[in-house]
C-alpha cells in the first residue's frame, strides 16, 4: 500500500514567522512531488511541485526533497494570515499519468 | 487560459439514486482523473480518462464509471448511492507525455446522500 503521511495539524504559527510542513512516503518508485493548499470548501491549488533532491524556491515557498530518506517538505516564510488552510502533500510515479497519492494534509493557521 | 470547469457545483440525492458529474480539462489538456474527498481526508483516485478510455483504475467499485468525449470533457456517473458516497468530487486535468505529470484541479462537485 503506497502511504503518503503527514501530521494533521493543527501547525500554529505567529504571522511573519517561517512555517515549517512536512511529508513522508512509502512508495520509492514515486518521482514527483507536489504541495497542495486548500482552503475549507474549496479544491486543492498547486503551489508547489519538486522533482529533484534539493531546494525549490518560489516566492515565499520552498519546497525540499530527499529521496533517500523518502522525506519532502514546504517552508512557508513571512508567513501570512491568509496562509491559513490545508496543505496536501502528494506524489507520484514518473512518465505518463499516474495517479496522485495524496497525504490527509496539515491544517495551518497563522495568527495574526 | 480557460481552467478546469466542473457542474454541478453541489448535489443532493437520496440513497440508491444515480448521479452524473461533468468536467472539462484546462485548455490544452488532453486527460481527465477523478478524485473523492472525504470530510478531513486526502483526495483519492477513482480513476482517469485519456482518448476515450478509461487508463488507471483506483479501489473503487464498479458503481463508478466515467466517459470522456471527443473534446476531452468528462462523465463520472454514480449508481446505487450510498451514504457513504458523500463527498467531493475533484475532476483535474493534465497532458498526457509531460515528463512530470502536474495536475490542476477544478472547483470540485459537493455530493451530499440522504
Known amino acids: 500500500q503506497k502511504e503518503v503521511e503527514q501530521n494533521s495539524g493543527p501547525l500554529s504559527v505567529p504571522e511573519g514567522a517561517i512555517a515549517s510542513l512536512n511529508c513522508t512516503y512509502s512508495?520509492?518508485?514515486?518521482?514527483?512531488f507536489f504541495w497542495y493548499r486548500q482552503y475549507s470548501g474549496k479544491s486543492p491549488e498547486l503551489i508547489m511541485s519538486?522533482?529533484?533532491?534539493g531546494d525549490k524556491e518560489d516566492g515565499r515557498f520552498t519546497a525540499q526533497l530527499n529521496k533517500a530518506s523518502q522525506y519532502v517538505s514546504l517552508l512557508i516564510r513571512d508567513s501570512q494570515p491568509s496562509d491559513s488552510a490545508t496543505y496536501l502533500c502528494?506524489?507520484?510515479?514518473?512518465?505518463?499519468?499516474?495517479?496522485?497519492?495524496f497525504g490527509k494534509g496539515t491544517r495551518l493557521s497563522v495568527i495574526a | 487560459d480557460a481552467g478546469v470547469t466542473q457542474s454541478p457545483t453541489h448535489l443532493i440525492k437520496t440513497r440508491g439514486q444515480q448521479v452524473t458529474l461533468r468536467c472539462s480539462p484546462k485548455?490544452?489538456?488532453?486527460?481527465v482523473s477523478w478524485y473523492q474527498q472525504a470530510l478531513g481526508q486526502g483526495p483519492q483516485f477513482i480513476f482517469q480518462?485519456?482518448?476515450?478510455?478509461?487508463?488507471q483504475r483506483g479501489n473503487f467499485p464498479d458503481r463508478f464509471s466515467g466517459h470522456q468525449f471527443p473534446n476531452y470533457s468528462s462523465e463520472l456517473n454514480v449508481n446505487a448511492l450510498l451514504l457513504g458516497d458523500s463527498a467531493l468530487y475533484l475532476c483535474?486535468?493534465?497532458?498526457?507525455?509531460?515528463?512530470?505529470?502536474?495536475?490542476?484541479f477544478g472547483p470540485g462537485t459537493r455530493l451530499t446522500v440522504l
Open positions: 483535474a486535468s493534465s497532458l498526457v507525455g509531460r515528463v512530470y505529470n502536474e495536475q490542476f
Open positions: 512508495d520509492r518508485g514515486s518521482q514527483s
Open positions: 519538486i522533482y529533484s533532491n
Open positions: 502528494a506524489v507520484n510515479r514518473n512518465s505518463g499519468n499516474t495517479p496522485l497519492v
Open positions: 485548455s490544452g489538456h488532453d486527460t
Open positions: 480518462y485519456y482518448e476515450e478510455e478509461e487508463r
